[in-house]
Structure formats: structure tokens, C-alpha cells
T-cell receptor
Framework: ETGVTQSPTHLIKTRGQQVTLRCSSQSGHNTVSWYQQALGQGPQFIFQYYREEENGRGNFPPRFSGLQFPNYSSELNVNALELDDSALYLC?????????FGPGTRLTVL | QQQVKQSPQSLIVQKGGISIINCAYENTAFDYFPWYQQFPGKGPALLIAIRPDVSEKKEGRFTISFNKSAKQFSLHIMDSQPGDSATYFCAASNWNNFNKFYFGSGTKLNVKP
């Protein structure tokens, strides 16, 4: 068990809609990151949050945004969904020198 | 530009054999190199990780070999078992930006019974 949970497990949206994905990690996991994993590829870094502030972003447009809350939960929001946004979205949190990944949310955009 | 290159894309090994997966990186600022195992429908799970101050790290049947001058590292799975069949990802990061991992493209391992 990694102590990182994500919801929902699966989600189907249509192009142009907005989606919110959620992640919860254990106490002490102060840094949370989000990754996008397209089918058959390695995860790609979206952004990370530390103490509720974004402090790093990968090559993703501003329609990908996030929030981190004091209770070690976080959200990934994606606006104006595109077909290419279909992927597994992974949340990861750091404890010590280890980054733990959640099981992911499978997003399908039709 | 792909920061971490992984090979092979797929690998078939007989039970009891040795599985070897290779990765190469470009950025000399990278100082943390983990390997993750991922089963279908699951998130990546940390297998083993190494820092560049050592050339080899072993945990059970899993060994990382690291060549700093060549900017290459590899995962060796000894006595491979059917339960090891999964996709393996190498990754690299910089300690000062620890959570920003650059992943390889993955190797799908199939261990035949």
C-alpha cells in the first residue's frame, strides 16, 4: 500500500467539458505531483504542489490546473477537454526520499 | 527531447532467466534514478532506486547497475518469474526538484513459465 488514493477510478467525458480528479495522501506527504500517462507510454510530469503552492510545471497548457489542501488532499482540474487528454492520470506524493504513486484515474474523452 | 531513453520496448524471458532493461540519460544534473513496476490498471510501484555515488545496488532479485561516465543505468532481474510479468519504467530526477521525474517509455516484460 502506498497510502495514496485517487478518485474516481474511471471517468468518461466529452470534448469541451471540464473534469476534476482527486487525490488523497497520508499525513506528512507535503509534496504532491500529478502525471499524465498516455496508453503505452511513460508518465509525463504535469505539475507539483508544495504546501498548497504550485512550484513546478511540465509542458502542459494552463487549462491544466490544480489545488492542494491542508488535509493532504489535492485536485487536478482540466478545462476544455480534448480527445488527446484521454489518459491515466497519476497522483504521486513524497515522503522522505521516496515518491509514491496512486492507482490512477482513467479518463476517456469522447 | 526525450530526457530518458529506455530499451528494449518489450522482452520475453524464460522462467529462471535474467531480464535486463537499459536506460540512458542526457542531463548530468540528474542524481536519483528509480525503477518502477506497473501492472495493468495499477499505478507505478517503486522497485529499487540508486544515486550516482554507487555503481551497483541490489535488493533481492533486483539489481541496478549504474555507469556515470556513460550516463547509463540498467535493471537486472535474476531468476525471473511469471509474476514479474509487467511493464517496467526507469526514471531520473534531480534531488532539488525531486518530484519532477522524467520517465523512460517503458519495457513490457513477459516471463514464460
Amino acid at each position: 500500500e502506498t497510502g495514496v488514493t485517487q478518485s474516481p477510478t474511471h471517468l468518461i467525458k466529452t470534448r469541451g467539458q471540464q473534469v476534476t480528479l482527486r487525490c488523497s495522501s497520508q499525513s506528512g506527504h507535503n509534496t504532491v505531483s500529478w502525471y499524465q500517462q498516455a496508453l503505452g507510454q511513460g508518465p509525463q510530469f504535469i505539475f507539483q504542489y508544495y504546501r498548497e503552492e504550485e512550484n513546478g510545471r511540465g509542458n502542459f497548457p494552463p487549462r491544466f490546473s490544480g489545488l492542494q489542501f491542508p488535509n493532504y488532499s489535492s485536485e487536478l482540474n482540466v478545462n476544455a477537454l480534448e480527445l488527446d487528454d484521454s489518459a491515466l492520470y497519476l497522483c504521486a506524493s513524497r515522503l522522505g526520499d521516496t515518491q509514491y504513486f496512486g492507482p490512477g484515474t482513467r479518463l476517456t474523452v469522447l | 527531447q526525450q530526457q530518458v531513453k529506455q530499451s528494449p520496448q518489450s522482452l520475453i524471458v524464460q522462467k529462471g532467466g535474467i531480464s535486463i532493461i537499459n536506460c540512458a540519460y542526457e542531463n548530468t544534473a540528474f542524481d536519483y534514478f528509480p525503477w518502477y513496476q506497473q501492472f495493468p490498471g495499477k499505478g507505478p510501484a517503486l522497485l529499487i532506486a540508486i544515486r550516482p555515488d554507487v555503481s551497483e545496488k541490489k535488493e533481492g532479485r533486483f539489481t541496478i547497475s549504474f555507469n556515470k561516465s556513460a550516463k547509463q543505468f540498467s535493471l537486472h532481474i535474476m531468476d525471473s518469474q511469471p509474476g514479474d510479468s509487467a511493464t517496467y519504467f526507469c526514471a531520473a530526477s534531480n534531488w532539488n526538484n525531486f518530484n519532477k521525474f522524467y520517465f523512460g517509455s517503458g519495457t513490457k516484460l513477459n516471463v514464460k513459465p
